[in-house]
């Protein structure tokens, strides 16, 4: 497992939730929810700054067939942005966040909580889950999670999934 701090990122049209882990990688806890829009590659951006992050993943909505709509689309678009302002000094990587939102609305939802007056902590919650899970993936196969949002890293995982695509229909 690499060393270092890294932050999650839970995209969404409203808010981004964001997590941090400890510098060991073993446990991802909610930070911050950034309201989105002008501003916000600059927070996140402060964030990992200020955490000394040496990774940020980005939750990837993919559907339970494994296709990206319109909302994956806006991830990616958001992780290049965000690699873009961070000047490709820091890894920026995509990470399947399957159900990330689903997991943390029911754990609200179990403490009695209601989602519209949680909605901000939710998203922290999701980027935790997301993050967590890219945490766990990369202890148990020693590859860093997901893959790379720019770069020939990034085209080759698009051609991938299209070939997939075409194969599967």
Not at 39 to 62: F, N
Not at 89 to 117: C, N, P, Y
Not at 136 to 155: F, H, K, Y
Request: aromatic residues 2%.
């Amino acid at each position: 497992m690499r060393g270092g701090v890294r932050l999650g990122i839970d995209v969404g049209d409203v808010r981004i939730g964001v997590a941090r882990s400890d510098p060991s990688g073993l446990l991802a806890v909610p930070v911050e929810t950034v309201a989105r829009g002008e501003g916000d590659l600059d927070r996140i951006a402060a964030l990992v700054a200020e955490s000394e992050a040496v990774e940020v993943v980005v939750g990837l909505p993919v559907s339970l067939s494994g296709g990206e709509g319109p909302a994956a689309q806006k991830a990616r678009e958001f992780a290049r942005a965000l690699a873009e302002r961070l000047g490709g000094t820091i890894s920026v990587r995509l990470f399947d966040e399957r159900l990330s939102t689903v997991s943390a609305q029911q754990g609200f939802h179990a403490q009695g909580l209601r989602t519209k007056s949680t909605r901000a902590r939710i998203d922290q919650a999701a980027a935790a889950i997301i993050l967590q899970s890219a945490l766990d993936t990369e202890r148990s196969t020693g590859s860093p999670p997901g893959s790379a949002a720019t770069g020939d890293s990034a085209r080759r995982e698009r051609k991938r999934q299209r070939r997939g695509r075409a194969s599967s229909e």
